[in-house]
């Protein structure tokens, strides 16, 4: 499960490109390192570094749309219409973690600080999807709504789906109580020993990567389509973690578009 991905900056911007994705042609589909900050918590140079994104990915700035990010479950479908939305005007709706287009040159963004960014296209249908998956939304499952969504409303294939996961807080590193079992248990039953690792009497490392990949293959996805960066954000410095800096400030943008 590797993926490879190169590296170049703008304006300090460090922008990663999530290879197995681009490869097929169809996408771009990148993430930004810590200095792109999400439009909650604007820094007075956000709307800069968005205009640098689009110059980047030679889109027109209003063609970037945003998850709204309240850690639901909910995954919403956009069009050219809602471009802008969570970017340079607000939301039409609110409460929805996920993205979904089948339309080119629309940019789904999500944002991250070791929540799970997950990247979405199915090749044939020719359909991507943008998720934002915190321990919340992994143990409502989210991603198996984008799934569900893409099927039924695109006539997507399960075994056509292509799975990138993005950095995150890793297995290793994400320490939780155990009063998060609980939360899991709906989706997640005999899984739960694999998710929750022991550590100390009343701790356990969570391990966000293998309760989405469990929830995907339990809706169908194929093993060889999910893919991983391998990247976490808590021992990478140049990444954005809430739980190394506690800065409520910094996101990582995480985006899919078609092409
Ligand atoms: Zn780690």
Known sequence: MNVTQTTYCENEIGFYTVDVLEKTGLVKAI???NRLSDYKYPNG???QNYKTLSDILSISENSI????QTHTDTIRIM???NAGEGISRPVSVTDYDGIITDEKNLLLCSYEADCVPVFFLDSERKVVAMVHSGWKGTAKAIC???VKKMCSEFGCQCQNIICVIGPHACKDCYEVGKELIKEFENNFKK???EIFIPFTEDKYKLDMQKAIEISLLKCGLL???IYSVNKCTIESKNLCSYRRTHSKADHMLTAIMLR
């Open 191 to 193: 899984e739960l020993e």
């Open 223 to 225: 093993q060889k389509n």
């Open 45 to 47: 140079s956000w709307l």
């Open 79 to 81: 069009t050219k219409e």
């Open 144 to 146: 198996k709504n984008a």
């Open 65 to 68: 749309c945003a998850t709204h």
């Open 31 to 33: 993430f930004t390192t």
